[in-house]
């Protein structure tokens, strides 16, 4: 049996070569393997680019977080992957993690009150016959890097696993999050169980140093907030 044959990048089909692919179809076509394969241009003698850079990511458990946690040294063993690629995968997760943590007066993603939750997440909730639950994850400043679907239920509840909640904040290095579902009934009043997954998941959130800060219920065209009532 003959040993497999490597493709160089260049011998792909042209819209599955991450620079032409980027120039087609847009950067949010790209995986992060893609991506990265921008930045060192090349893979070795077994590996293209991009599969060098798919063994790099799973090395970090897919997780850019992670990623980002690697020094030159640790980029460097990987074969394929000398001091000037390294730091430019390094170069370039610094400048998403600054961008990350930027925030303006008028950014429309800053949360300063329950109205802001509201608005943010009432596109997802509005107008639906069957209960979901959701979070915004935020940083320092109260920026919402992420809203993130937990679960999806019937009319009347949805079951919400503390584990899952737990991990996409950490996932994203959330500093702090806000939980977020409907009551299609329109009635936005807290049930008891709202009331005890609350408590629950604030108490869990506060052992990994996370906040919880808020807990909006989104009705027909209203919203409850736990913070505004004095529940949280």
């Given at each position: 049996m003959?040993p497999?044959?490597k493709?160089s990048i260049?011998a792909w089909?042209e819209?599955?070569?991450p620079r032409?692919k980027?120039?087609?179809?847009?950067?949010?076509s790209?995986s992060?393997?893609?991506?990265?394969a921008?930045?060192?241009?090349?893979?070795?003698?077994?590996e293209?680019?991009?599969?060098?850079?798919?063994r790099?990511?799973a090395?970090?458990?897919?997780n850019?977080?992670?990623m980002?946690k690697l020094?030159?040294?640790?980029?460097?063993?990987f074969?394929?992957?000398?001091?000037a690629?390294a730091l430019?995968?390094?170069a370039?997760?610094e400048l998403?993690?600054?961008?990350n943590s930027i925030?303006?007066e008028?950014?429309?993603?800053?949360?300063?009150s329950?109205?802001?939750?509201?608005?943010?997440?009432?596109t997802e909730?509005?107008?639906?016959?069957h209960e979901e639950?959701w979070i915004l994850?935020?940083n320092?400043s109260?920026?919402?890097?992420k809203?993130v679907?937990?679960?999806?239920?019937g009319?009347?509840?949805?079951i919400?696993?503390?584990?899952?909640?737990?991990k996409?904040a950490l996932n994203a290095?959330a500093?702090?999050?806000?939980?977020?579902?409907?009551h299609?009934?329109?009635v936005?009043?807290?049930?008891?169980q709202?009331?005890r997954?609350?408590k629950?998941?604030?108490?869990?959130a506060?052992?990994i140093d996370?906040?919880?800060?808020?807990?909006i219920?989104?009705?027909?065209?209203?919203?409850?907030?736990?913070?505004d009532d004095?529940l949280i």
């Open positions: 003959y497999p044959i493709l260049k089909a819209d599955d070569r032409e980027l120039l087609l179809k847009g950067r949010h790209l992060d393997a893609e991506l990265m921008i930045l060192i241009g090349s893979g070795n003698r077994t293209s680019a991009v599969d060098l850079c798919k790099i990511l090395s970090a458990d897919n850019l977080d992670k980002a020094n030159v040294s640790e980029l460097k063993n074969n394929g992957m000398g001091e690629k430019a995968v390094i370039a997760l998403g993690r600054r961008r925030c303006t008028d950014d429309s993603l800053r949360i300063r329950s109205a802001d939750s509201y608005r943010i997440v009432r909730l509005d107008d639906l016959t639950f994850l935020l320092r109260n920026l919402v890097l809203k679907q937990i679960s999806r239920g009319m009347n509840s949805t919400v696993d503390p584990k899952i909640v737990f996409a290095s500093s702090a999050l806000i939980l977020c579902h409907n299609p009934s329109g936005v009043k807290p049930s008891e709202d009331i997954l609350t629950r998941l604030k108490e869990g506060a052992i996370i906040a919880l800060l808020d807990h219920i989104v009705g027909v065209n209203t919203y409850f907030s736990f913070a004095g």
